[in-house]
């Protein structure tokens, strides 16, 4: 990236910082992130133009062993957070399929523009270790008794898990019917009401479920997110020229034959392809009464959700370009 970009790009940035307005802010990071997204097509559209064949697109095989990491975590949990995935997938202007997710490996074929990609894995891990302290926090021994039980029932955790995850086995005794249950003589509810009482007054505290919380909470979460990207998307389209339009399809377009190209047998079948499989698929199915797993009926708990709206609004979206980094919203390297 030439330096006359990256210095506008860091003045909008500090601008940002800077200013204690939160309107004032987004508008400074909005600026920034379309002057990283213009840059970027233009670079597409010099190539385009030099060559109308020129390949700008690649293929990167990204790690997703982060989906292994949420093993203990429940399935519907997981799927909201593939769910998150994939929207950054398109928002990131790169194009990718399930059916190409190397299971053994870990690996998952991703085709993009360069820059598209490396900001794509740094979107994507920057907000899946901002929810990961959501759903897996650390017990901090630091912070009070009922602080540490606030932030574990807002992870979806049940008592006798955050006995042991705070430390004290003794707590957890056995039931009498081959499972466990706490014996804390109301130790953790205590210390907890206290927390809500000084720290948050307007919240109750959590009896639902815990998986039904920690389903409800990213629901709200994942939910956000993906509005707020098609915000950023509607924002980029009103600032674009047709040029701009035009070239965003072609990367998408090529992206997409990229993929057909290693992975012939996704490619789709004309409407009239008279092949085996085809012709399977045309035929009618009877219908077939299937078991319904317990997890797909589980009920949306409004207040979780509402509270992961809010984690959603409140995450950092890092602007374009494979050289931001930091702790703060915007924040690049000097």
Not at 256 to 282: K, Y
Not at 294 to 303: A, E, K, L, T, V
Request: hydrophobic share 35%; net charge positive.
């Amino acid at each position: 990236m030439s330096e006359d970009i990256l210095r506008r790009v860091r003045g909008l940035i500090a601008k940002a910082n800077a200013t204690e307005f939160e309107a004032e802010r987004e508008s400074f990071l909005a600026k920034a992130d379309q002057l990283m997204e213009k840059y970027a097509i233009d670079q597409a559209l010099l190539l385009l133009h030099d060559d109308k064949k020129a390949k700008i697109v690649e293929r990167r095989d990204m790690d997703v062993s982060w989906y292994t990491e949420l093993k203990g975590i429940d399935y519907d949990v997981r799927q909201r957070i593939h769910w998150l995935w994939t929207y950054c997938v398109t928002f990131c202007r790169c194009y990718t399929s399930s059916s190409v997710w190397n299971h053994k490996e870990l690996k998952q074929a991703v085709y993009g523009m360069p820059s598209d990609l490396s900001y794509l894995e740094l979107l994507f891990t920057d907000l899946f270790l901002q929810m990961s302290l959501r759903l897996k926090p650390k017990f901090d021994p630091s912070l009070s008794l009922g602080h540490n039980v606030y932030n574990a029932k807002n992870a979806g955790m049940k008592y006798t898990d955050i006995a042991i995850w705070a430390g004290r086995p003794e707590w957890v005794i056995p039931n009498g019917t081959g499972g466990v249950k706490t014996n804390d003589k109301g130790a953790m509810k205590r210390a907890y009401d206290r927390h809500l009482a000084a720290h948050h007054p307007d919240e109750e505290r959590i009896r639902m479920h815990p998986t039904t919380w920690a389903l409800s909470f990213m629901d709200g979460y994942v939910a956000t997110i993906k509005r707020r990207f098609d915000e950023m998307q509607g924002q980029r389209q009103e600032s674009s020229s047709n040029s701009m339009a035009l070239a965003v399809r072609d990367i998408r377009e090529q992206a997409r034959e990229a993929l057909f190209d290693d992975f012939p047998e996704l490619r789709p079948h004309p409407d009239d392809c008279q092949c085996e499989r085809c012709s399977a698929a045309r035929k009618p199915v009877k219908a077939k009464r299937r078991a319904t797993s317990y997890r797909y009926g589980r009920s949306i708990d409004w207040s979780a959700r509402v509270q992961g709206g809010k984690a959603g609004a409140d995450a950092r979206i890092v602007p374009q370009g494979e050289q931001v980094r930091g702790d703060k919203k915007g924040q690049l390297p000097s």
